[in-house]
């Protein structure tokens, strides 16, 4: 490669780079907001609907996530692996063929399963004792929106419009709480929170589906398209994963748990699981699509550059997660009776120990990510097997012994054993690429201090106190991070190009002096 080539590459980069950290601070953000709204009124949903129609609710949403997955079929993934390549070469046909095959596919998936779900409305009832039928097949009515959503929220990632689309999701959660809240409030009951939440995704589409019109803005409008058996060679690894995934890292054995044991239950265990899981997971959420794109364009441009990569998804994951999981751990059992209710109160130390868990679950993140951009995706689904098949296993010998910790065990399993299996196979792959253990060790000790902290929540009584020690706890974290010396010239370099409000403010609270 000639001097000026490889200049011409390194801007290239350093521009890809600059693209990516604008979007992921947009990405975090909206995350950060669509969290809130969805906790607010999950909180109020709870309160009014109770425990016994909130467990029907929650095995209904449980059903239709299996259903979003399948019709999905990993070409979700696809859109995030094609696409930027059709934006690198200026192919306007092949990405709109993309788009035309997914919609495609998933509708006829989708018309497949909503027809189901009414010859499967009385098995359901009677294997749960309760009237989850009609609710299943509401849901599965209204699933075709989120279908859409979702291809039109990837285009957009696929091409950085995160600031557009962190916009419209945002509005959209906006909708759902003002539309929950009015559902719940005329005693519509869970049918009604379903109907908000589909109408909110509605007008999410209609705005996202004229947006992401980016692909016209190509240089050239030819080019070839992809071939529907290519993309369903490469998608569909990615769908039975999703699917092994959502019985793995999801409470999906609420669907046992609502077999052995009554609905409030069920609404007991699905907050407890699920609160740790979205305060430790709205960072990695919103920008793993995000990381998926940017990794295939990074590996298609420099394929040395993955394990740089790979090491700053490690130091982003670990350097949020250690200190929300630490925190979270110290204050749920305060904090879930005083948002919930006294009758929650022994959710609090489930939810302690999910916290802790949930948080060692990133160990596995970046490997799995690694494997896809290798075109290895086929491994991610072995794992998968059999993670998904010990689960499951696990769940129907305890949970009808052991009722509620019989279902937390087996995550706990699964979680312990699975970087050990990620590990070995990518070292094969790929040797250059390293956990950095020393970092995420160095993360949690960092944590510590919030412990001293954590005391004072014994003597708060309502929820602003609650709020006011964990917005401390926010700045302790930040300076504990500086004394720890956790960032580097390497990261001073990436944070420096996010848009963030202050920035000055908090680089200088972040950085003194840390080794790369």
């Given at each position: 490669m000639t001097h000026s080539a490889d200049v011409e590459a390194q801007d290239s980069r350093r521009d890809g780079f600059g693209r990516i950290g604008g979007a992921l601070s947009w990405s975090v953000l909206g995350k950060a907001v669509r969290g809130i709204l969805l906790f607010l009124i999950t909180v109020y949903v709870i309160r009014r609907l109770g425990k016994v129609e909130f467990g029907h609710l929650t095995i209904a949403r449980t059903i239709l996530g299996f259903f979003t997955v399948l019709c999905w079929m990993g070409l979700t993934q696809a859109l995030l692996r094609y696409l930027p390549e059709f934006r690198v070469n200026g192919n306007a046909m092949g990405a709109r063929r993309l788009i035309a095959v997914t919609m495609a596919v998933q509708t006829a998936i989708w018309a497949a399963l909503f027809a189901a779900t009414f010859v499967m409305r009385a098995p359901l009832e009677r294997f749960y004792h309760a009237p989850v039928g009609p609710l299943v097949s509401l849901g599965a009515g209204l699933l075709l929106i989120d279908l859409f959503v979702s291809t039109w929220s990837n285009v957009l990632t696929s091409w950085y419009k995160i600031r557009d689309l962190?916009?419209?999701?945002?509005?959209?959660?906006?909708?759902?709480?003002?539309?929950?809240?009015?559902?719940?409030?005329?005693?519509?009951?869970?049918?009604?929170?379903?109907?908000?939440?589909?109408?909110?995704?509605?007008?999410?589409?209609?705005?996202?589906?004229?947006?992401?019109?980016?692909?016209?803005?190509?240089?050239?409008?030819?080019?070839?398209?992809?071939?529907?058996?290519?993309?369903?060679?490469?998608?569909?690894?990615?769908?039975?994963?999703?699917?092994?995934?959502?019985?793995?890292?999801?409470?999906?054995?609420?669907?046992?748990?609502?077999?052995?044991?009554?609905?409030?239950?069920?609404?007991?265990?699905?907050?407890?699981?699920?609160?740790?899981?979205?305060?430790?997971?709205?960072?990695?959420?919103?920008?793993?699509?995000?990381?998926?794109?940017?990794?295939?364009?990074?590996?298609?441009?420099?394929?040395?550059?993955?394990?740089?990569?790979?090491?700053?998804?490690?130091?982003?994951?670990?350097?949020?997660?250690?200190?929300?999981?630490?925190?979270?751990?110290?204050?749920?059992?305060?904090?879930?009776?005083g948002i919930l209710g006294s009758d929650w109160a022994a959710g609090g130390t489930l939810c302690s120990i999910f916290f802790l868990m949930f948080s060692a679950t990133y160990v596995s993140t970046p490997l799995s990510l690694c494997l896809y951009v290798l075109g290895k995706s086929w491994i991610n689904l072995v794992i998968n097997v059999f993670n998904a098949g010990l689960i499951v296993g696990l769940n129907f010998a305890l949970i009808p012994r052991y009722g509620i910790m019989g279902a937390v065990v087996p995550v706990g399993i699964v979680i312990a054993i699975s970087p050990f299996f990620y590990h070995a196979v990518v070292r094969r792959l790929a040797p250059e690429v390293k956990v950095p253990w020393g970092f995420i060790l160095r993360c949690y000790l960092s944590a510590l201090p919030l412990v001293g902290l954590a005391a004072l929540t014994w003597w708060v009584r309502k929820w602003y106190g609650l709020l006011a020690i964990s917005m401390l706890a926010g700045l302790l974290t930040l300076v504990s991070a500086r004394l720890f010396r956790l960032l580097g010239d390497e990261e001073r370099a990436v944070l420096d190009k996010l848009k963030v409000p202050m920035k000055s403010v908090w680089m200088k609270v972040l950085f003194a002096g840390a080794p790369a």
């Amino acid at each position: 490669m000639t001097h000026s080539a490889d200049v011409e590459a390194q801007d290239s980069r350093r521009d890809g780079f600059g693209r990516i950290g604008g979007a992921l601070s947009w990405s975090v953000l909206g995350k950060a907001v669509r969290g809130i709204l969805l906790f607010l009124i999950t909180v109020y949903v709870i309160r009014r609907l109770g425990k016994v129609e909130f467990g029907h609710l929650t095995i209904a949403r449980t059903i239709l996530g299996f259903f979003t997955v399948l019709c999905w079929m990993g070409l979700t993934q696809a859109l995030l692996r094609y696409l930027p390549e059709f934006r690198v070469n200026g192919n306007a046909m092949g990405a709109r063929r993309l788009i035309a095959v997914t919609m495609a596919v998933q509708t006829a998936i989708w018309a497949a399963l909503f027809a189901a779900t009414f010859v499967m409305r009385a098995p359901l009832e009677r294997f749960y004792h309760a009237p989850v039928g009609p609710l299943v097949s509401l849901g599965a009515g209204l699933l075709l929106i989120d279908l859409f959503v979702s291809t039109w929220s990837n285009v957009l990632t696929s091409w950085y419009k995160i600031r557009d689309l962190t916009a419209a999701q945002s509005a959209g959660s906006l909708a759902y709480l003002l539309l929950g809240w009015v559902a719940v409030r005329q005693g519509y009951g869970p049918a009604g929170v379903l109907v908000a939440a589909a109408l909110a995704n509605f007008g999410i589409g209609l705005y996202l589906m004229v947006d992401s019109r980016q692909f016209a803005l190509l240089s050239s409008r030819g080019g070839e398209g992809v071939r529907l058996r290519q993309v369903l060679l490469y998608s569909m690894p990615f769908a039975a994963t999703s699917l092994l995934n959502l019985i793995i890292w999801n409470p999906s054995e609420i669907l046992i748990v609502g077999h052995y044991l009554p609905a409030a239950q069920v609404s007991f265990y699905e907050r407890a699981y699920t609160i740790p899981q979205q305060f430790l997971d709205f960072v990695p959420a919103a920008i793993w699509p995000l990381m998926f794109a940017s990794f295939s364009e990074v590996f298609a441009r420099d394929r040395s550059s993955l394990p740089r990569a790979v090491n700053a998804y490690y130091k982003l994951l670990f350097f949020l997660a250690a200190p929300i999981a630490v925190w979270g751990a110290l204050v749920a059992p305060r904090a879930i009776p005083g948002i919930l209710g006294s009758d929650w109160a022994a959710g609090g130390t489930l939810c302690s120990i999910f916290f802790l868990m949930f948080s060692a679950t990133y160990v596995s993140t970046p490997l799995s990510l690694c494997l896809y951009v290798l075109g290895k995706s086929w491994i991610n689904l072995v794992i998968n097997v059999f993670n998904a098949g010990l689960i499951v296993g696990l769940n129907f010998a305890l949970i009808p012994r052991y009722g509620i910790m019989g279902a937390v065990v087996p995550v706990g399993i699964v979680i312990a054993i699975s970087p050990f299996f990620y590990h070995a196979v990518v070292r094969r792959l790929a040797p250059e690429v390293k956990v950095p253990w020393g970092f995420i060790l160095r993360c949690y000790l960092s944590a510590l201090p919030l412990v001293g902290l954590a005391a004072l929540t014994w003597w708060v009584r309502k929820w602003y106190g609650l709020l006011a020690i964990s917005m401390l706890a926010g700045l302790l974290t930040l300076v504990s991070a500086r004394l720890f010396r956790l960032l580097g010239d390497e990261e001073r370099a990436v944070l420096d190009k996010l848009k963030v409000p202050m920035k000055s403010v908090w680089m200088k609270v972040l950085f003194a002096g840390a080794p790369a």
